[in-house]
């Protein structure tokens, strides 16, 4: 159970840190989705949306049973869930239109995109602490060891292995 809650969050910092890096990647020629990314056709962005969105919904489910909310917490349950629901995933800029740029222009067009995700993390960091707010200290105990293995977990996975010594 911990395994699917933590290859989900991985799954979601992923995808965030692909919609924030889509730009750089256009303009290094490797478009998103394109050959390489996942095989020589490219990756179906909206069946990994759609399956990282059900692995969110069932950890959502779990955690919500977990923490067995009251009634009076359910609205800022509510509005954390829909702040963290995952939108589809931003289009890549053009890339022929992108090379028509100068590259001051990219780069404006990269921080305009970077301004857009800010503001979403924004959105979703304040239903966090208005949820964590009407919390109990064991019910955040219960949430903050939820986020803190899935934390764990994607450190570990991201760390590259070590390299194999050589026999004597």
Request: aromatic share 6%; net charge positive.
């Amino acid at each position: 159970m911990k395994s699917l809650k933590n290859k989900f969050f991985i799954g979601l910092t992923a995808v965030a840190i692909t919609a924030a890096g889509g730009v750089f990647a256009q303009n290094a020629g490797v478009g998103m989705g394109g050959p390489g990314m996942h095989g020589p056709e490219g990756g179906d962005h909206a069946k990994m949306h759609e399956k990282m969105k059900a692995g969110m919904e069932k950890h959502q489910a779990q955690l919500h049973t977990k923490l067995k909310l009251t009634e009076a917490q359910e609205p800022a349950w509510k509005t954390f869930v829909a702040a963290s629901t995952p939108t589809a995933m931003p289009t890549p800029p053009d890339r022929k239109e992108m090379d028509k740029l100068t590259t001051p222009e990219r780069m404006e067009k990269m921080l305009e995109r970077g301004k857009e995700h800010q503001a979403k993390m924004q959105e979703r960091l304040t239903a966090l602490k208005t949820f964590y707010a009407v919390l109990t200290p064991e019910q955040q105990k219960i949430f903050d060891d939820s986020h803190r293995n899935m934390r764990h977990h994607f450190m570990q996975h991201k760390q590259a292995p070590e390299p194999v010594k050589p026999s004597k």
